[in-house]
């Protein structure tokens, strides 16, 4: 059973830099990709970014040029590198993996989330 687990969040001033790990245990297969999510209170949860296993990657237009997504494939663990963070980044950040194993089976799993706060 896959388990996800993230951590890193916590409380920053605005304008301040936040890290966040993520780590997949509980499969020794690769994930065909790894993301981060978030939601604000009342609102969706959207995406921010996510790594393919080609080596792309995409950012929700939001947080280009501030925020930078890596993934070690290997040890199937992502992290979230958010620099000039703002009130508006405030939000549980979810990580994710999609696992694809055949054209009719796939799953996709979710950690548990972490709070992360941009106040003065």
């Known amino acids: 059973q896959v388990h996800i687990v993230e951590s890193g969040g916590g409380l920053v001033q605005p304008g301040g830099s936040l890290r966040l790990s993520c780590t997949a245990s509980?499969?020794?297969?690769?994930?065909?990709?790894m993301g981060w999510y978030r939601q604000a209170p009342g609102k969706e949860r959207e995406l921010v970014a996510d790594s393919i296993d080609d080596g792309s990657v995409n950012y929700a237009n939001s947080v280009k040029g501030r925020f930078t997504i890596s993934r070690d494939t290997a040890a199937n663990s992502l992290y979230l590198q958010m620099n000039s963070l703002k009130a508006e980044d405030t939000a549980v950040y979810y990580c994710?993996?999609?696992?694809?194993?055949?054209?009719?089976?796939?799953?996709?799993?979710w950690g548990q989330g972490t709070q992360v706060t941009v106040s003065s």
């Open positions: 994710n993996a999609y696992e694809w194993i055949s054209a009719v089976r796939s799953y996709t799993y």
């Open positions: 509980g499969t020794r297969r690769s994930f065909y990709s």
